[in-house]
């Protein structure tokens, strides 16, 4: 299938890349379906896009790119939710926000999104207890 998006031009996909978000992502409740594509001009980034709204791609990351020792514990509520049996079955990413500055490109490390690659399923969460800022520098992170 094709999607054409306002800003990341035609994204193809097939029924099985579709993304279920069943709470939505925090800003966009009310959409439910996305994909994950590379964005095709820097394989460091993703775009999550919505196949709701052609008007909705977040830019993410893994945050193993930006921050080799990012960790965080999942409660097991969650793992339940997400149907999640080993670690390997999960894909992590987090939301970039961009800037026309290197030097003020961000990541979102307090928010990650959690998928379940073998389901389909995922979910954005915000960490408690956990010092990671909302808004890190992209290019002061340790690669």
């Known amino acids: 299938m094709k999607l054409n998006t306002k800003y990341h031009g ?38 999550l896009h919505s196949i709701e709204d052609v008007n909705i791609g ?38 970039v926000n961009l800037s026309t500055k290197l030097e003020n490109i961000t990541v979102n490390l307090k928010a990650p999104i959690i998928i379940n690659k073998n389901e389909n399923i995922g ?7 956990v010092d990671y800022p909302i808004k890190y520098p992209l290019f002061k992170g340790e690669f």
Do not use: R
């Open 123 to 129: 979910e954005q969460l915000i960490l408690d207890n």
């Open 10 to 47: 035609v994204l193809n996909y097939e029924n099985e890349d579709i993304l279920m978000f069943q709470k939505g992502i925090p800003g966009f409740e009310n959409l439910k379906k996305f994909i994950l594509v590379p964005a095709e001009e820097n394989n460091l980034f993703y775009i």
């Open 58 to 95: 977040i830019v993410v990351v893994s945050p193993f790119n930006v921050l080799k020792n990012y960790e965080f514990d999942l409660n097991e509520i969650k793992v339940c939710e997400l149907n999640i049996k080993s670690q390997k079955d999960i894909i992590v990413v987090n939301t």
